[in-house]
């Protein structure tokens, strides 16, 4: 029986959806989980970090996995591992705990690039930017309702935060498990090849590193800064877990929004390195304001949710572009390579994020912000005019010579 394209995709989303929202609920009480131990920022970036680690590790392998014994069989065992994960996070009493459940749980979404391969399989290139910005859509939805769900619990049961938010997240991994068994059990995408010949890290990488090293500062730029976040707004305006989750939900709302709304415009208009200049650029823009209204929490509400969504846009542009240089059979490692590079970011930000505050405060964040920023800028400039996607773009950088054509 022929499954119906958009059942699959749409079952793909919801999937997204409810990890998201696991992920959420687990964020904005974790730094404050961190200090209730006696840690501080560096600890909290420390644990942020190992679960970055723990994509960077699984990703690659994971989508070689898919390549090879079919993405459904990935997605199921993934999604009951990251179920384990976050019901032992729930259970968790010390520093300790909390590493080894974001460890485990950040080796489980590592299959990201699992279902960014699977949307490519059955997307045509044309309007792949687009799906590729309603995972992004479909994330950024979880992370608005993700802390609201969190907060309840909260409410509920102050003296047991994080057992409810633990246990909450779990269920929403329940939720994936089902949605993955009952929609998806038909999808059996298998390579004729053996694992041993399947694309591997370096033949998936090939001719891409730069493609990896953009995508690395993309990723260190946005997690240093989101890591960062409840610090900064803690010792800044003396805001407390309630707080730090209105701003994310805030943050996340622009975020969907721009994602459903202008990613496909922008990558039909500008091309997609055009899009990620426009990304990119913004968010330096955005940062350099910041640092002339440090004490104001009206700037830091308009400006943050620009921040972020211009490293957003930048992230799903460049899924998108390995995703079009990667051969059908090696869509699963492309993306899973080019998640494991993103995946460091995150290992490297939210560490690099903790000294710069530390070191320099919420001034130096965002000057390491706007260098981060002006790099990927400047890069994806220079790789553009020698692109076969160079065409929209050119008809930006220079008007004079593009209008003549039609």
Request: aromatic share 8%.
């Amino acid at each position: 029986m022929k499954l119906n394209k958009d059942r699959i995709v749409i079952t793909l989303l919801l999937v997204v959806f409810a990890d998201a929202i696991s992920f959420a609920m687990i964020m904005p009480i974790l730094p404050f989980l961190v200090l209730k131990s006696g840690g501080g920022p560096r600890t909290g970036g420390e644990l942020i970090s190992v679960h970055a680690l723990g994509t960077l590790i699984a990703a690659p392998l994971l989508g070689r996995l898919s390549d090879r014994y079919g993405r459904y069989r990935v997605l199921l065992w993934t999604n009951a591992g990251a179920f384990l994960a976050h019901a032992f996070l729930g259970f968790s009493t010390n520093v300790l705990a909390l590493f080894m459940a974001r460890a485990v749980a950040g080796l489980m979404a590592g299959n990201i690039s699992v279902v960014l391969a699977t949307i490519a399989d059955r997307t045509p290139k044309s309007s792949r930017a687009g799906n590729m910005g309603l995972v992004m859509t479909a994330w950024a939805v979880g992370v608005v309702l993700g802390p609201g769900l969190g907060l309840l619990g909260i409410h509920l049961f102050p003296d047991s935060a994080g057992m409810v938010v633990g246990l909450q997240a779990a269920i929403f991994s329940l939720i994936c498990i089902v949605l993955v068994f009952y929609s998806l059990s038909n999808l059996t995408w298998r390579s004729t090849a053996s694992l041993s010949s399947a694309p591997g890290f370096f033949s998936a990488a090939r001719g891409k590193g730069w493609l990896l090293l953009q995508s690395l500062l993309v990723s260190v730029c946005q997690s240093a800064l989101v890591s960062m976040l409840a610090f900064w707004v803690h010792d800044t305006f003396g805001w407390g877990g309630k707080e730090v989750s209105l701003l994310m939900i805030w943050v996340a709302v622009i975020i969907a929004a721009v994602q459903a709304l202008c990613v496909a415009p922008l990558s039909r208009v500008l091309g997609n390195f055009g899009a990620i200049i426009a990304g990119t650029a913004a968010a330096a823009l955005c940062s350099a304001a910041m640092t002339l209204l440090l004490g104001s929490s009206a700037a830091l509400i308009a400006l943050a949710p620009l921040i972020v969504c211009g490293l957003t846009v930048a992230m799903t542009l460049l899924n998108t572009i390995m995703s079009n240089l990667s051969a059908a059979d090696e869509q699963g490692a492309s993306l899973g390579v080019l998640s494991s590079s993103s995946g460091l970011g995150r290992v490297i930000g939210p560490t690099c994020g903790g000294l710069m505050l530390h070191g320099y405060g919420a001034r130096g964040l965002l000057l390491f912000s706007i260098l981060l920023c002006s790099i990927v800028c400047w890069w994806s400039v220079l790789k553009a005019r020698n692109h076969t996607d160079r065409e929209p773009l050119n008809a930006v950088l220079a008007p004079n010579h593009s209008s003549s054509g039609s």
